[in-house]
């Protein structure tokens, strides 16, 4: 089946350190990829997304590659901030049918200045 | 857009009542969700619905019930509330396969 595995938390980094969250997945097919994030006391938002084998997605200074020889689609980050404190979850939505979009089980950041 | 509403956003009940969760989107997608979460846990998904008229139960289904009222709204019914539900639940919804997921802001129920 589908199964996204991410790396335990929590993360503790100092403001302005190289953040790298792993993420590995099991799909059949060419699933579609996404980071989540969960700030305190909110739901789920989207950070980011990629579609296809070396689509690259990016925003708020986040990046992640999809890489297929290696299932993988880690987030990284240059330089984190205290605002990026949160719970960051890689999640992949499957190629086709009616299976449901599958989740890690969530990574917590803390960033302190 | 209001994206996804969630009613209520908290709730407090005794163990041994009912209640209903209601969860509405706006936004014309297929597929719904509701999920668990615990403290310092992931997401559980307690049941799904791919299409309107269709539910599936996802990993942690025992002791609630769906119905999928029609295209926008996607209800979680809890018969007779146990401590153990205690969670925040969330609600998703998402168009179609490689699109992204919306949720809602979540509700806080407490059991007691």
């Known amino acids: 089946g589908n199964s996204v595995t991410q790396m335990e938390g929590p993360v503790t980094l100092s403001e302005e350190a190289f953040l790298t969250i792993n993420c590995t997945y099991t799909a059949t097919g060419y699933p579609s990829l996404f980071w989540y994030v969960q700030y305190p006391g909110e739901g789920l938002q989207l950070l980011l997304k990629?579609?296809?084998?070396?689509d690259k997605g990016s925003n708020k200074g986040f990046e992640a590659t999809y890489r297929k020889e290696t299932t993988s689609f880690h987030l990284e980050k240059g330089s984190v901030q205290v605002s990026d404190s949160a719970v960051y979850f890689c999640?992949?939505?499957?190629?086709?049918?009616?299976?449901?979009?599958?989740f890690g089980k969530g990574t917590r950041l803390s960033v302190i200045a | 857009n209001a994206g996804v509403t969630q009613t209520p956003k908290f709730q407090v009940l005794k163990t041994g009542q009912s209640m209903t969760l209601q969860c509405a989107q706006d936004m014309n997608h297929n597929s719904m969700y509701w999920y668990r979460q615990d403290p310092g846990m992931g997401l559980r998904l307690i049941y799904y619905?791919?299409?309107?008229?269709?539910?599936d139960k996802g990993e942690v289904p025992n002791g609630y019930n769906v119905s999928r009222l029609n295209k926008r709204e996607f209800s979680l019914r809890l018969e007779s509330a146990a401590p153990s539900q205690t969670s925040v639940y969330f609600c998703a919804s998402i168009y179609g396969s490689h699109t992204e997921a919306f949720f809602g802001q979540g509700t806080r129920l407490t059991v007691v």
């Open positions: 619905s791919a299409s309107e008229g269709t539910t």
């Open positions: 990629a579609t296809k084998a070396d």
């Open positions: 999640a992949l939505t499957p190629n086709s049918g009616n299976t449901p979009l599958v």
